[in-house]
């Protein structure tokens, strides 16, 4: 099953159960994803769908840092339970083994050596971990390996 067609029978049970907070965070990603579709006159793939998910978390995360540095822990609170239903939607999150073995890998197939190279172990990581590791942690694991 796709990620939309998840997204779309989890608002359904969503309705059924009568869960307000959950049916807002699903139709917000719905609502995301459509207005893509119909900006680029396309149906979105399951990836496109996942990159969506993985921006609307990260900003998310973001307005909760401000929210709780405004003293706002309300505010703070909805934004968490989004992040907890967006991340129902994407894919398991690699372990740090995982992404080092992955790390490793991209080096040796781009033959990386020194920072310079680094747009090129980025261009073969990031296909591979959308969705499932946070790019900015990455990008300073890659650095720490390269530097």
Do not use: C, H, W
Not at 29 to 45: M, N, R
Not at 94 to 108: G, N, Y
């Amino acid at each position: 099953m796709s990620v939309i067609e998840r997204l779309k029978e989890e608002q359904k049970a969503a309705m059924r159960a009568k869960n307000k907070a959950r049916l807002g965070a699903i139709r917000l990603a719905l609502a995301a994803i459509k207005q893509l579709e119909v900006d680029g006159q396309k149906t979105l793939s399951d990836d496109e769908a996942v990159a969506v998910l993985t921006k609307m978390v990260k900003q998310r995360r973001d307005s909760i840092s401000q929210y709780e540095a405004a003293n706002r822990q309300d505010l703070a609170d909805v934004e968490a339970a989004e992040v907890v239903v967006l991340q129902e939607f994407l894919p398991q999150p690699l372990t740090d083994d995982e992404l080092a073995a992955l790390i490793e890998k991209a080096m040796a197939d781009s033959g990386a050596s020194s920072m310079q190279d680094m747009g090129k172990v980025m261009g073969l990581l990031k296909p591979q971990v959308q969705g499932r590791a946070d790019m900015g942690a990455l990008s300073g694991l890659i650095k720490a390996r390269l530097g």
